[in-house]
Each structure stands twice: as structure tokens, then as C-alpha cells.
């Protein structure tokens, strides 16, 4: 790696946005007289020294009591939503989060290109780990590994795929590179395989005739998953009218309105009451005792 490294303006602009926005304008003029740059107006197509950068987080972390790698890692964390707004269209919009870090080494160049630098070396490497992770890895006299995590964090919550980092080795303590293990959280590889694994909503008069429509009829009963999730929801609504009732018995309708319902039949002598009323006009067995 060539020790006069750049940075771009976007990331220094990035900065001076980040200190305002915190802390104040007064704070970031202070910040830029102690980094020996005061008054510096930084432009996003151009590129900067990067020991500039350097100076201004220390200048930031003297101020505050905060430490270095605690000031990158949170200004990286709100810089990733601004190189993707300025950087997007170099992606593809078919990547996901960790194809977007394995190629970060042309991205990198491709971003320094852009700023005229002509022979452009990127810090940042990534290669497909054996469990499906992104191995990143960065190398830099710089040693501005912090900010590399704070951007790939962010990177993943803009772009509502959260990851994981763990840190393999770095160069803060004494490794010649820093490596990054980056993988996606847990629960979205869970929603990625449910998306996959979850069948087409099928509305209630669909479940019957699968249910009841003989099998060589199947085919042409049961429809296609609806088109949208609305029309899933208005047919699931629609067919709840249709239910019978708990009883699950539906009164059959009669074949005609002037016909009424059968007599019921009689009641067997052993099943009567002990004392049924007598027929009108006719006096009861016990009158007649009497």
C-alpha cells in the first residue's frame, strides 16, 4: 500500500457535516484550527491527503474525550447513507450487502477515478468466506479500521439488510492487516428462506374445492396464486360470507314458498306424558270417575 494515501472529498465533506450536525458550528471551526486546516473548503470530486482526515478526528477526539476508533466507527455509521447516494449508480441493482463488499476493491478505485485520481489503489479487498460470509479485508498506514466497520454497519441498515462483524485480526494490534468477517444477521437469512419456502395464499373457497372436488377435476379448479396481496385479502373476505355456521349444518331452502313443513310424527303411547289433556268436548277419564 502507497504510503501517500487520499481520501475523497465526500468523506471529508461527510466529516464536516457529521461535527456540525453533532456539535455545533463553533466546534468544527475550533476542530479544523487545532488539525492546522482552518477555513479548508472540501469539495466531494476532489481527493485529499489522508493524514487531512487523520488530523481532524484526532483534533475531534482531544475536544470530546472520545476515542479514535469510536469517532470513526460513528462517523462511518452516518457516511454510508451519502456514498450510497452519491456512489449508487456504480452498483448493481441486483447486490445485496455482501456482494456490494466483495467487490469493494473496484468500487473503491472506480470512486477515485471519478475524482481524477489516475492510477487509484484501493485499500479494501473482499473474498466469499467457507460459511458464506464476506472476508473484508483493509490495509492502510492510515489504520482507519473503524471507520471501514462503521461504514459497512451502516451500508447494511440503509440498505435494510443488518450484518454482523467480527474482527479476525487488526492492525492496531500489530497484525499487518486488518480482517473483517461480515455476515448477514440471523434473522434475515430466516425471512430470506421463508420468502422462499412459503406457498401462495389460497383463499377459502380454493381450500374447499381442493378438498372436495375429485381428484381428476383438481387442475382445473384450484387458481393461481393471486396477483397481488390485496386481491388474496379482498377474495379471503369476500368468501367468509360463505361459511357455514359452527354447526357446520346449512338449512336446506324449501322447493316452493307455500309449502309447509311436514307434520311432526306421533309419539308412541310409551313415551307420552302421564297425564296428556283430553280432546276438546270430552271430559277427562278422571271426570268421568268422578
Not at 90 to 116: C, F, K, T, Y
Not at 186 to 211: C, D, E, F, I
Request: glycine share 8%; aromatic share 4%.
Amino acid at each position: 500500500m502507497r504510503q501517500g494515501a487520499v481520501v475523497l472529498g465526500v468523506i471529508l465533506l461527510g466529516f464536516q457535516n457529521y461535527v456540525r450536525d453533532r456539535l455545533g458550528e463553533e466546534l468544527w471551526r475550533t476542530v479544523q484550527t487545532e488539525a492546522g486546516v482552518a477555513g479548508r473548503v472540501y469539495l466531494p470530486s476532489q481527493s485529499y491527503p489522508g493524514e487531512e482526515l487523520q488530523a481532524l478526528v484526532s483534533s475531534l477526539s482531544r475536544l470530546t474525550g472520545m476515542t479514535m476508533p469510536l469517532v470513526l466507527e460513528s462517523f462511518g455509521d452516518k457516511l454510508a447513507a451519502e456514498l450510497l447516494r452519491v456512489y449508487g449508480g456504480l452498483l448493481d441493482p441486483r447486490w445485496r450487502v455482501l456482494d456490494v463488499l466483495i467487490h469493494s476493491e473496484e468500487l473503491v478505485e472506480r470512486m477515485a477515478q471519478r475524482n481524477g485520481d489516475i492510477t487509484p489503489q484501493s485499500p479494501l479487498t473482499g473474498r466469499w468466506g467457507k460459511d458464506g460470509e464476506v472476508i473484508l479485508s483493509y490495509q492502510s498506514h492510515l489504520k482507519h479500521c473503524a471507520l471501514i466497520k462503521g461504514i459497512v454497519r451502516g451500508m447494511g441498515a440503509n440498505l435494510e439488510q443488518p450484518v454482523l462483524i467480527e474482527e479476525i485480526r487488526c492492525m492496531l494490534t500489530g497484525a499487518t492487516a486488518c480482517e473483517l468477517a461480515v455476515r448477514l444477521e440471523r434473522t434475515q437469512q430466516a425471512q430470506g428462506n421463508a420468502r422462499r419456502l412459503t406457498p401462495p395464499a389460497m383463499s377459502y373457497s380454493a381450500v374447499k374445492a381442493a378438498l372436495f372436488t375429485d381428484r381428476s377435476d383438481r387442475s382445473s379448479v384450484l387458481p393461481g396464486p393471486p396477483s397481488s396481496k390485496q386481491e388474496a385479502s379482498s377474495s379471503w373476505r369476500t368468501n367468509l360470507t360463505t361459511i357455514p355456521p359452527p354447526s357446520g349444518v346449512v338449512p336446506a331452502r324449501s322447493s316452493s314458498p307455500s309449502s309447509a313443513p311436514s307434520p311432526a310424527p306421533s309419539t308412541s303411547p310409551s313415551t307420552s306424558p302421564s297425564t296428556p289433556p283430553s280432546a276438546e268436548g270430552e271430559p277427562s277419564e278422571l271426570g268421568r270417575r268422578r
